[in-house]
């Protein structure tokens, strides 16, 4: 079987990146009651998970 390294590796971080969001309760449960507003708390548990 051929093997893409970047494939995976790229594949690799977005996997480890949803397991980083689920960490966040309030993500995990979807307790937002509006698209918007649960939009709004992925993009700044993204940038937590970025800034650390």
């Given at each position: 079987r051929p093997f893409d390294g970047a494939?995976?590796?790229?594949?690799?971080?977005?996997e480890?990146?949803?397991?980083k969001l689920k960490e966040f309760k309030r993500i995990a449960m979807r307790s937002d009651k509006t698209d918007r507003?649960?939009?709004?708390?992925?993009?700044l548990?993204?940038?937590?998970?970025?800034s650390r």
């Open positions: 494939m995976f590796k790229a594949r690799h971080l977005i480890n990146f949803f397991c507003s649960f939009a709004a708390m992925i993009y548990t993204a940038a937590i998970i970025n």
